[in-house]
Nanobody, 126 residues
Framework: QVQLVESGGGLVQPGGSLRLSCVAS????????VSWFRQAPGQEREAVSC??????TTHYADSVKGRFTISRDRNTWYLQMNSLKPEDTAVYYC?????????????????????WGQGTAVTVSS
């Protein structure tokens, strides 16, 4: 049984940092995309960042480039979020799916992912 457990969300002031973690069990990540999505109130879910489990290639949404960094250590992946803005406020979800397309294609809310974390809330506010 695949299980993804997230942690690391919270309340932070604009300009601050948070690191999200996602621990996976019951799945081999080496041939998967490991990804972060977010959904703000009243908005559709969007892909934030993705990494290819085989070669470590990364992809970022334009809105977070230069501020967020995705990384992975075996069965755990992370999202380091720096220079946070109020518009980054959302529930963040980790997800993983077999790499059936190139990473940029996989890093999209249009691609169905089979395995999701429970979500962790990030609030950026003064």
């Amino acid at each position: 049984q695949v299980q993804l457990v997230e942690s690391g969300g919270g309340l932070v002031q604009p300009g601050g940092s948070l690191r999200l973690s996602c621990v996976a069990s019951g799945v081999t990540l080496d041939y998967n995309a490991v990804s972060w999505f977010r959904q703000a109130p009243g908005q559709e879910r969007e892909a934030v960042s993705c990494m290819a489990g085989d070669d470590g290639t990364t992809h970022y949404a334009d809105s977070v480039k230069g501020r967020f960094t995705i990384s992975r250590d075996r069965n755990t992946w992370y999202l380091q979020m720096n220079s946070l803005k109020p518009e980054d406020t959302a529930v963040y979800y980790c997800a993983t799916q077999a790499l059936v397309f190139n990473l940029e294609t996989m890093c999209s809310s249009r691609i169905p992912y089979d395995h999701w974390g429970q979500g962790t809330a990030v609030t950026v506010s003064s």
